[in-house]
Every structure is written in C-alpha cells, then in structure tokens.
C-alpha cells in the first residue's frame, strides 16, 4: 500500500509549485486596537458574562474562603472539590469553618475515583490566569496541581479571579503572556455554564458540564 | 465504482411539501440571519476581521505541505501520535485498529463533520463496538438513525414536540415531556453515565496550529472536553485544510466561526489540547492520536480557483443565508454537507456524475458570498462547477458526466443566432410572429413549463419599438 503521509504531501507539494496561492499579509491592527479603560473592563466582563447565565459575587483576599461557603450553603451543594496543592487550595483549607460542606481533596488520578466525581460531587472550585473584556471569558490552564475535570464535572463551577487580572481580548492575552513558546497540555476558555441550543433554539443551560458558573471577584 | 446519481430534485420536492419541516427551517434561520448581523454591526469591525480571517487560511493554504509537516512534528513531539489517510476507509481503520488495540467497547463523541465523512458511526458498530453521539444536537439525529440537517445544529429540522416523542419512544426511562429544560436534563443524565465509562472519546478539530501543535476545540455544551478528557484514549479528526500557521492566528478564525456560527462573541468553551496527561497531572487522557484526512482535498488543491473550497472554517453561516438550503432544508441534499458549502464541497469529493445536480440547487442570489468569513467565492466556484459537469477535463471527478448533446446544440444554435445579425433579424421575427403558438409541451420547452408559466413572445421585437422611436439602427 502506497504511503498516505508522502503520498499526500507530495501532491499537496507539486499543485502548489505550480500554482502558488496568493496571499495578503495578515494585518492584526482590529484586534491590537480593540481595547477598554481598565475601569470598563470588569464591568464589560461583568456584562457579557451574566447575559449567558454566569453569576458574579464580590470578596477580598481576607474573606473569599467564607464568601465561598455562603455561596455554597445558599445552593444546597454538600461537597466542594478543590485541588489542595494549589495556593487557593491551602487558603480554603485554612479558612473553612465548622459545618460547611464537605471539602474533597483532588488529589489523586481520576481514575481512582471517577465514578464519585460523577456522581457525588456538587460543585467545583478553580482559580483563573484572569478574563477577557472582549468575549467575556476566563482564562484557565489546567495542570497538575488544579486538574481539568475540576471545571467540567461538578454541577456548579465556583472561579476565582482577581479584581486586576484582566485582559481585553483572546489575542492580547495569548500574545502578551508568550503562550506560543509553551503551551501547557490543557488551555481553556471558559465564558459561562455549559448551554445548548439544539431543542428548537432554546437555551438550555446544564447540558453536559456545569449548570451553574459562578464567578468569586476578588478585590 | 459506479453509482446511482443522487437525486437532488426528487428529495427537495418531497420536502418542499413538508409544511412542519418548512416552519421549522424557516423560523430558525430568520433568526440565525439577524443576530448574526448584530454580531457584525459594525461595519469597519467585520470587513477587518474577515480581511484578517481570508489573510490566515490563505497563508495556511499557501504553506499547506510545510504547516502540516511542521504540525506533525510538534504534535509528535508533544505526545500526540498522528496518522495520515487518504480515504474515508484508510482513517476508519486507523480508528479501528486503535479501538481494537485497547480493547474499546464504547465511543463518545464530540461534533465531528470529518466523521460523518467517514460514516464512521455505522463503520464502527459493523465491528461490535458502540459509538455514541454526545453534543444533544447528534445525539438526538443519532436516536432517529438520521444525519445532521445542518453542521452547527444538526437537529434543527425538528421541533420540540418531534423531540418529546422520540425521547419517549427511545429513551427508557423517558416521561413524556415538552419542557426544553427536563429534555435537556435527561440527556445530560444518559450521556454522563457513557462519558464515564466510554474507553475512547472522538473529536472533530476546529483549527489545529502548526508553531505549537496545539489541537482547537469551540463548543458549548462540554461534551467536547468530556471526550477530550474523561476517556483514557482521545481520537481527534481533521481533515488536512484545518491547519493553521501560528498560534495567533486562532483568535481571530474562532471569533468569525462562532460569531458567524451562532451569533455568540464566543462559545462557552473553548478547548486547547496540546498532550495527552503529563506525569503528575491527574486526569486527561493517556493517548491523544491526530487522524489527519484527505478524502479528495489534495484534489481539490490541485486547481488554482477550486482550491478556494479549503479556505472554509465550516461556520455554517452559508446554510443560514440560503434562499435554497432554507426551503429543502438540510436533508434533502443527502450530504453531511449541505447548503452552499456543501453543493460546492461535496461534488469535487464525491465527483461529479452522482453530485452533478448541487451546483445547479442554487439562485446565484450571493447571499453567502456576502457574509462569508473568510470570503470564499462561493458563487465563482459554484459557476465553475457547473461548467465543470458538463465539460469532461482532469480538474474535477468524473467532470462531463452531466455533458448532453441537445443542451450542447442548444447553446450552439444561440451562439450562432446571436452572432449573426441576419439570423438574429429572422428569428426574433418568427418567434414574435408565431412563437407563442408553440406548445407548453414540446420537448425542452416542457423542462420549463412543468413548473412555471409559458413565457409570452412580445407581438413586435425590440428593435422594431426602438425604430418606432426614431433610434436608428447601428
């Protein structure tokens, strides 16, 4: 059987040396240009992000682990997954009081405990690199410390980010941080609870990943 | 291998007399077509971002063999193993044999065009092994052994009260409900116990970025990184156009696609893979392969104009805007592409004596063309492809199997009229004399006339009105 790989490329490389494509530079002026006052910017994401269903709450760095907790006894979730390696993670440890829900450790591979994660977890909580005016998006990348199920399985997504750590589009954060000289295994954007809107083009939130995304803002 | 040809014309009349499907059609794309126009209510905004959109898939095609190279490179550095296939066979056993060599028993799927290319659902249950539809769209073409009507919203041909039923009749612990809500509930029950016990997660690519090796994913529902990351083995799907030079260039292809799409800034999610789980990273899959596919697109990037086809980043906008695609719906083109991307994709990889019928399913009205993008001429190609069918040459697949000789004699005997003054005179003379005694029936004419009104000939030609006015003749 002729090889596909060399197959393949060398037509690809043949039509195109006999018939080059024409191209145009490629001028990223629309979005070096699109920028908001750093006051806007929250207020944008703020918008953007609301409009699909995500919720916002405001704390600072002394109070966010009890701002957490309320925000988690208002919506009856009894279980809280956290990654416990990360600085956010040692913070809720520390600021947990009595009677909350229950904080389970994201420790281990996911295989050792996939089907409780599916089906015995409420809610989620993450931290962020920050979000973006433009689309209103959080940025995450997930690693080995804050694993990328963290986000996605529990039913409520609970995401810290910082009052200061925002951007005003996809372009600019990717371009400004250096993400092309290394791309971690997991980048995401994130811009609200899970939807569809494949029943006759009503939106539906919850589908597959969080039905409910909340945003803790701290200041 | 020869087959029947496809029968456009028979398909768009049944469904021209399918009241519900026109309604349901109808209101979606009305809507579709005004919030995608408040996306782009800036003028200068969308004619730089579509610039700038052409701009990167043309440099991407213009470096095609280098990108993909480079691509295989950095993702097989990362960790991600990719394979090459020419058909829609060779990439169903390059899924097979991975399947097989871990035992899978179940699938779970993202929204892939590519595998419904490779009909790789049916392929794979031949061969005892499930694979399921998760984005609610699929899933629910998939309980009613249907194929997507659309390529963003597959189901978009049915209504609520069709989807209450077919839950009930093919779900087993279905209530009858028409709460959009409690259905989507339900599914989202059913398909989370499959993620969590499927051995494998396919997905489709929307752009995967040669600097990086960096696979893009948009979507809204997470099933796209349930399957990208529940499932210890994760198989993704291109086909070879989906490559795209730098990282850079993805925000700007990703805002058009979602923006022209569904009329969002952004979808909920968007999902960047580059390896499979690190040492120490505690979920993700193990194995990440890339199925790089050809199925006739080196072909099309053989031909100068044709090879504007690859520039697509599979928005669907053009489906949206179509006076055509709106009125037969999705179905009727038999294709897992339809509407005006499809009638210009589908015959160059299916060739042109079963696809023949596409390119002519269109009002040339320009509607796609306007709102494309990454401004594909769609209209140009469509044109070319009509010419393409009729004369036999090497550009295209089976191109002249549409060739007739009475349509040829036709033309001829036009041109001939038309080029000679004398022969113009007389039979603009004899037709405005005695051509409308010609029958509705006669051969031809009847093409005409079996869907539309006779056209009159006037009693006096033109040229004898304009006389009547004292212009003189040339």
Known sequence: ?219 | MAHAEIDFGKASRAALKDPQLRANFRRAMDGLMSKRAAQFADSAEWHAMRALGASVRLRALSKLPELLEKLEETCTRNGITVHWASTTDEANAIVLEIMLRVNAKLAVKGKSMVSEEMHLNAFLEKHGIEALEADLGEYIVQLDQEMPSHIIMPAIHKNTKQIAQLFREKIKEAEYTEDVAQLTDLARRVLRKKFMNADVGISGVNAAVAETGTLCLVENEGNGRMVTTVPPVHIALMGLEKVVEKLEDVPPVLSLLTRSATAQPITTYVNMITTPRKHGEKDGPREIHLVILDNGRSKIYADEELRHTLRCIRCGACMNHCPVYTRVGGHAYQAPYPGPIGKILIPQIEGLGTRGAMPHACTMCNACVEICPVQIPIANLMNRLREEAVHPGPAVKDAGAQASKAEALVWKGWAATFSSPTAYRMATTVLSAVGNAAPASLPLLKEWTSVRVKPRFAGRTLHDLARDRGIPDA
């Open chain 1, 1 to 219: 059987m002729p090889d596909a790989r060399s197959s393949i490329l060398a037509s690809l490389r043949a039509s195109r040396d006999a018939h080059p494509v024409e191209t145009v530079a490629s001028d990223f002026t629309v979005l070096r240009e699109k920028r908001w006052e750093p006051a806007e910017r929250l207020e944008r994401v703020k918008r953007m992000m609301e409009a699909v269903h995500t919720e916002f709450v405001d704390a600072t760095e002394q109070d966010w682990p009890a701002v957490v907790q309320a925000v988690l006894r208002e919506a009856g979730a009894k279980t809280l997954l956290y990654a416990p390696a990360t600085d956010a993670g040692a913070r809720l440890e520390s600021g947990w009081a009595e009677g909350g829900p229950e904080l389970v450790r994201y420790d281990r591979p996911v295989d050792e405990f996939k089907e409780e994660m599916f089906t015995g977890i409420d809610a989620g909580i993450t931290q962020t690199l920050g979000a973006i005016a433009d689309t209103g998006s959080l940025v995450l990348w997930p690693g080995a410390d804050e694993p990328r199920l963290l986000s996605l399985v529990p039913h409520i997504h609970i995401a810290l980010l910082k009052a200061d750590a925002l951007y005003d589009t996809f372009w600019q954060v990717m371009t400004e941080n250096r993400w092309a000289e290394g791309m971690p295994t997991n980048a995401l954007l994130i811009s609200g609870p899970s939807k569809t809107a494949d029943i006759e083009q009503t939106l539906a939130y919850g589908v597959h990943g969080p039905k409910r995304l909340i945003v803790v803002v701290i200041h």
